[in-house]
């Protein structure tokens, strides 16, 4: 792979159960895996019916040393720079898919598609 390919940065984030401070209970994003390298290209974009109004949607597949604790109910949180101001900036993507194309546990290609 050459060299640059896993300039993003992008963390793994699990869902977890919490409560608030009236003593429900709510879910949560918690971090798993921090600061992962990634390979990252938009595939597509687009808008569609959701409901009664149009929603802007982005695939995306990213690209990963292998991670064997990674599954499709975590989502990724992609390092996208700095506001104005100096804020870090965040970009989030559901998993829909990770594969392990040549089947040797070395890279993974996860797609996504971005949540607004």
Known sequence: M???TLRHLI??????SIRDSSGQVVGSWQ???RKV????????????????????????????RFLRAISKEMR???HAGFDAEGNKQFRTFEIVAILDRDGKE???????????
């Not at 963390?11 to 977890?16: L, M």
């Not at 808008?47 to 995306?60: C, H």
């Open 106 to 116: 070395f890279w993974l290609e996860i797609q996504a598609t971005e949540v607004k």
């Open 11 to 16: 963390d793994f984030q699990a869902k977890t």
């Open 31 to 33: 971090p798993l895996h």
């Open 37 to 64: 390298p990634a390979g990252f290209v938009e595939v597509s974009g687009g808008e569609g019916p959701r409901g009664v109004k149009l929603e802007a949607s982005t695939s995306a597949v990213f690209k990963i």
């Open 2 to 4: 050459p060299a640059g």
């Open 76 to 78: 990724i949180s992609l």
